[in-house]
């Protein structure tokens, strides 16, 4: 039963609150809640995740099909505050659904990029997630700040920064709620672009972030001359710095340093281990995203995890 999975996790939060001076034993309840989210996310339907027999041209040809029966899904991944361990955000994330099969992004996004039906994706992700956050809101449920990807294909398209405004708009959305995220490989298709497009976002109060900070040639401009709120640093990165000492432990720190320094924050992505999450809270990096607390999941999951923190704060 759902409810007594939900009354498990209530109990295990509670019970990880106060084993913060225990590592090891937080360790152990992480894990337990993590196996609690997974009965309640796939036990009962019937639905995996795994590699489709899937090329381009049946991509091309299924896309319309299934943008109109909805079978691409919005899956949140939390964005974690290490200093509460409660969710303070989060990532959307899009899966599709067909034949009863979870498709991963990798199968079906660089495809999609290759041609305008990228465009047709990203904003009906954020038509979707919007619609998810009126829902929420008009039932008068804790509404955290969602971040949206948008490929770097769009930068430049006419009217974007408009279109963006408007979905957001069309769902009465306070702005602050949304963050639109872009790699730092959108420079390759003009910085001019990318920065009236951030301006323009920051104009109109929605937050933005560079994404896979970290993947290619990082360039200081692109950081220095616009307005980000938001660096996220790739998980490649991080796994690279587990070694105390190596360059890659020295460039992550002065990563970290270089953001607070510029005013804005740093989000840490692939987060997996214990000694991941040590090591950003010993250089004052404090938000964190990645398996460790918990995979993309589904909206009706993503609900019933801010609930149960939010009960768990109205207890305390």
């Not at 809640?33 to 795994?50: D, M, Q």
Request: glycine share 4%; proline share 3%; net charge negative.
């Amino acid at each position: 039963m759902i409810s007594d999975s939900i009354k498990r996790i209530e109990e295990l939060l509670i019970e990880l609150e106060q084993q913060k001076e225990s590592e090891n034993k937080a360790r152990e309840l992480r894990l337990e809640l993590t196996n609690v989210y997974a009965k309640i996310r796939y036990g009962n339907s019937g639905k995996r995740e795994g590699k489709a027999i899937i090329d381009k041209n049946n991509v091309e040809e299924l896309f319309d099909e299934a943008i109109k029966n909805e079978e691409f899904k919005v899956f949140y991944q939390p964005k974690v505050n290490l200093k509460t361990y409660e969710p303070n955000g989060a990532e959307a994330l899009c899966r599709w659904i067909h034949n009863d099969v979870i498709i991963p992004p990798d199968e079906f996004i660089p495809i999609l990029e290759q041609s305008s039906k990228i465009e047709v994706l990203d904003f009906y992700m954020l038509d979707h997630m919007c619609r998810d956050m009126r829902k929420w809101l008009d039932e008068g449920k804790r509404v955290v700040q969602i971040s949206v990807n948008l490929s770097r294909i769009n930068v430049g398209q006419e009217r974007l920064l408009e279109r963006i405004i408007e979905t957001i708009d069309k769902y009465s959305i306070p702005h602050s709620y949304v963050q639109v995220e872009l790699t730092e490989t959108s420079t390759e298709l003009g910085f001019d672009e990318l920065k009236d497009l951030v301006l323009g976002l920051r104009d109109a109060g929605v937050s933005t972030a560079v994404d896979d900070f970290g993947t290619g040639y990082s360039s200081l401009k692109l950081i220095s001359e616009l307005p980000w709120n938001v660096l996220k640093v790739d998980k490649s990165l991080l796994h690279e710095a587990e070694r105390t000492g190596s360059s890659e432990h020295l460039m992550l720190c002065h990563i970290i340093s270089m953001v607070r320094d510029l005013g804005m924050e740093c989000v840490v992505e692939g987060v997996e281990t214990p000694e991941d999450v040590k090591l950003l809270k010993d250089n004052n990096c404090f938000m964190a995203q990645g398996y460790y607390f918990d995979r993309p999941i589904s909206r009706e999951y993503f609900e019933q995890l801010l609930d149960s923190f939010n009960q768990q704060r109205i207890a305390r």
